[in-house]
């Protein structure tokens, strides 16, 4: 482990990601997501790694289906317009079964929108753009720390599941500083050694006839492309049980609890305290991973509770996945902020208040 | 001074800035912090004082402070956004052209930009970008960076990756220098953990901006400190080793980012 540092969180996820022991890198710039090219661009070549500047977020996807394929070890980011476009690569990488970290820091939307920081990404998410049945794992971190820490285990965690893993973030982790401590350098995986650890990756016939791999995702045979996915899905289930994770704070005696993910789940945490003062207790359930999104963590909510809160910057996205969280036992309200808005800890506190009055709280 | 009274930096270091305060330096050093609470602290002097030139200014219905926001790196986080408590206290404040839209991706400069710059008037902070890249704007303006009324600050971070060494803070110095054509005046020690700042890492910028001054042949201005941060007993023991002490707000973090 480092010093702690202080750190841009663009910067902070990239060498994370070149100490998870990425050592591909494709991209192509767009805001507020650029300071991740710049970085790998700058650094990764003095380590040892390869960054290549996409002509397009397309191509930066199928790059890094290749480089995957090939057994690298890759990461690819972008902000939200530039990951829709992506999109279709990740339903590609899902069905070849080719590991791939993506960071998504996203921004305002639909359409080119804003530069400033949103949720609305989440249904692109969880649910994803490409076409097909397949699963990308999210997970949305809420601090520079977390984040780093999640980027650096889904180099890990990708190789593991062979699937993409995804860090949803927004501009203002992207772009503000924090304190951060880096984790140590795994070693980057020499290219002779590839096949000792992904024994499906594509490194050529070498004197052995038997390595013969092909990495795909074209299966012309109904039968066959259902009995693949089928076993996708035995794998995502696995997956889905390990990958859950939350934090909650005082959920099981709250007056109102508030469910919400990143940056907004930071303003919640100064909202409780405000609402603290005003006798009102609130509670926090934030989920780290938003799929798998961690519906049995709701019921740890106690009787007692008015009110669920979901807290959000878009139209309600969560909110479906707090309805099967809540399951019936309680009423839901949407408190949100949109286009790159931002509420104050006052305003959440305010408007929460108002909610549990209007309840009967 | 009893051992109870609360000590209060004597700033008259900053006599040493001349009309013009040029801020340089790594991103993520604190420019934007220190050019804000730079032009406060400005505004506050001017505003109690009956100078001829205040007295200029105001007749030419410019205030006797300015802030040029030249950053067109970050597009978060720029002191454009704290337009408001900045006129609030009679700064006026250059940026974009498109003034009012701080989210927009548009860095085109106004040519109201040169108000400031010409009127011999008013004060002015230049809060560059980040890096050299950031400070290429500067460019631009030379004619009006003359030596008489100039002064150009770099500031350091020694808690930032790139510049916690001397040759990483130098060479950023010296990046800075190159791409412009300017000659940096004074280092800043700015060194700082945003709102877990500790008397260590200040001393220990410190110590860092000191060698590197030696190395550049350079002079320390003064080393900075978070306000809201650093207790009255924590202010002793800086004044111990460095007696120019500037205090900073933390005006462009919002209190949720604990």
Redesign the interface.
């Known amino acids: 482990m480092s010093k702690k540092v202080l750190m841009k969180g663009n910067e902070a996820f990239s060498e994370a990601a070149i100490r998870g022991g990425c050592r591909y890198y494709f991209g192509y710039p767009i805001t507020p997501q650029n300071e991740v090219p710049e970085y790998m661009s700058r650094e990764l070549p003095k380590r040892g790694g390869y960054f290549i500047q996409a002509e397009s977020e397309i191509s930066a996807v199928n790059m890094a289906y290749g480089a995957g394929a090939a057994g690298g070890r890759v990461f690819i980011t972008s902000s939200s317009p530039g990951i829709a476009l992506m999109q279709e690569g990740f339903s590609f990488l899902c069905s070849a079964e080719v590991p791939t970290v993506i960071l998504n820091v996203a921004r305002g939307g639909p359409g080119i929108g804003t530069i400033q920081p949103s949720q609305a990404d989440y249904f692109q998410a969880t649910r994803g753009g490409g076409n097909g049945d397949y699963m990308i794992p999210v997970f949305a971190p809420s601090s520079i720390q977390e984040g780093v820490d999640l980027v650096y285990e889904a180099m890990e965690l990708s190789d593991k599941w062979q699937n993409p893993i995804y860090i949803l973030t927004d501009g203002i982790l992207g772009q503000m500083m924090e304190p951060v401590v880096l984790p140590d350098q795994v070693p980057f995986v020499d290219s002779k050694d590839i096949r000792k650890h992904k024994p499906w990756a594509i490194t050529g016939y070498g004197d052995d006839d038997s390595k013969k791999n092909v990495v795909k995702s074209l299966r012309l045979a109904a039968e066959e492309l259902e009995k693949h996915i089928q076993s996708l899905f035995a794998k995502y289930e696995k997956a889905e049980k390990e990958l859950v994770r939350v934090e909650t704070i005082d959920i099981e005696d709250a007056d109102v609890v508030i469910v919400a993910f990143g940056t907004m789940a930071r303003i919640a945490k100064e909202a409780i305290e405000l609402l603290a003062e005003q006798n009102i207790k609130a509670g926090l359930l934030r989920p780290i991973s938003l799929r798998p999104f961690p519906y049995e963590a709701f019921n740890k909510i106690s009787n007692r509770t008015k009110v669920i809160i979901s807290a959000e910057l878009s139209m309600g996205q969560m909110m479906q996945d707090v309805k099967l969280g809540v399951n019936n036992r309680f009423p839901i309200k949407l408190l949100n902020r949109t286009g790159g808005m931002i509420p104050t800890p006052l305003e959440i506190a305010e408007r929460t208040k108002k909610i549990f009055e209007e309840i009967g709280g | 001074m009893t051992s109870n009274c609360i000590f209060v930096p004597e700033e008259s270091f900053l006599d040493e800035l001349k009309r013009k305060t040029i801020i340089t330096g790594h991103?993520?050093s604190g420019k934007t912090e220190f050019a804000v609470s730079l032009a406060l602290k400005f505004a506050r002097n001017e505003n109690h004082t009956d100078s001829d030139n205040v007295s200029l200014a105001r007749q030419w219905n410019h205030p006797p402070v300015s802030l040029i926001d030249l950053d067109i790196v970050?597009?978060?986080?720029r002191s454009r956004e704290q337009r408001k408590l900045l006129e609030e206290n009679g700064i006026s404040v250059y940026g974009s052209v498109y003034k009012k839209e701080i989210?927009?991706?548009l860095p085109a400069l106004g040519a109201d930009i040169k108000a400031p710059l010409e009127c011999s008037n008013t004060k002015v902070i230049i809060d560059a970008g980040g890096n050299d890249t950031g400070a290429l704007i500067l460019n631009q303006f030379t004619k009006y960076f003359t030596d008489d009324e100039t002064t150009i600050l770099a500031v350091i971070?020694a808690?930032?990756?790139e510049t916690?060494d001397i040759n990483g803070a130098a060479e950023h110095i010296t990046a800075i220098e190159n791409i412009t054509g300017l000659t940096v005046s004074y280092i800043i020690n700015n060194t700082?953990?945003?709102r877990?700042t500790t008397t260590e890492d200040i001393l220990s910028g410190l110590e860092l901006c000191k060698t590197v001054c030696k190395k550049l042949d350079k002079t320390l201005l003064c080393s900075c400190y978070p306000e809201e941060i650093i207790t009255p007993d924590d202010l002793r023991k800086l004044q111990e080793h460095e007696k120019n002490l500037m205090p900073l707000g933390l005006y462009m973090r919002?209190?949720?980012?604990?």
């Open positions: 991103y993520g970050n597009p978060y986080f989210a927009a991706e971070n808690n930032r990756p916690s700082h953990m945003l877990e919002p209190t949720w980012l604990k």
